[in-house]
C-alpha cells in the first residue's frame, strides 16, 4: 500500500511555483498588464499610415525585382567583398584583442584592478550600438572600409571577452585547483587548465561572431563605413 502511495505521489507532484503566495503572484500578472497598457497607450501610433504602409513596403520590395546585376553587379561584388573582408578581419583581430581581455575578466584568474578593468571595457564595448560607434570612427578615419573594421573589431573585442569571461568563471575548477596545487605558473594553467575547456565553445562563439560581424557591416556601411551598406545607401 505504501508503495502505491508513493507511485501516486510522484505521479501527481508538481514543481513549486516560484512565488508561493498566490495573492502576490496574481498582483504581479496585474502590474505587468496595466504597465503594457500604459506603454501602449504611451506610443503614438498613426493606424492609417499603417494602413497605407502596407501598399509602400509592396512597391519597395517589388522594386527589388528583377534585380539589375547588368549596371549594379561590380558595385554589388566590390560591396560584398569590402563587408567580407572588413567581417573576416575584424574577427581575427578582435578576438585576438579580446583574449586577454576576457581572460583579465575572469575573476579565478586575474587580480581585482586588472578584472575591474577589464569588465568595464567590456560593458562599454557591449552598451554602444556598432552604428553609433560606426559614426565615431566616420567622423575620426573618414569614410571607408578602415572605419568599418575598427567599428566590427571593437564589438567583436566586448562580445567574445565578455563570453569568454563568463566560460573560464563557470568552468570545472578542479583542474585548475590541481595545478596550483602543485606549483603551475599562471601561464601554465592558463594552457593546460582553462584553455581546454573553453576550447570548443570559443570556436563557435568565433563562427557566430564571424556571422554578426558580416551582417552587422550593411548596417554600418550606411554612415559611411564601407561595405555592401554603402552600396545600398548609394542606391537609396
Known sequence: MS?????????TWRRPPLIADAR????IWIAVAVYLAAAFGTMDINWSRIAQGWERGARFIGGFMPPDFASRGEAI????????WMAVAATVV???????????????????????VCRAFMAISRTLPEILVAILFVKLFGFGTFAGFVTLAFATIGYFGKLLAEDIESANQA??????AVGASWLQRLDYAVRPLVM???????????DMNFRESAVIGIVGAGGIGATLNTAF
Request: aromatic share 8%; glycine share 10%.
Open 94 to 116: 578582435g578576438i585576438i584583442l579580446a583574449i586577454p581581455v576576457g581572460v583579465g575578466g575572469a575573476r579565478n584568474l586575474s587580480i581585482p584592478p586588472v578584472y575591474f
Open 200 to 210: 570548443p565553445r570559443a570556436i563557435g562563439i568565433t563562427l557566430y561572431r564571424l
Open 77 to 84: 561584388f566590390e560591396g560584398v567583398m569590402e563587408s567580407l
Open 24 to 27: 502576490l503572484r496574481w498582483l
Open 175 to 180: 583542474p585548475l585547483e590541481a595545478m596550483r
Open 3 to 11: 508503495d502505491a502511495n508513493a507511485a501516486t505521489r510522484v505521479r
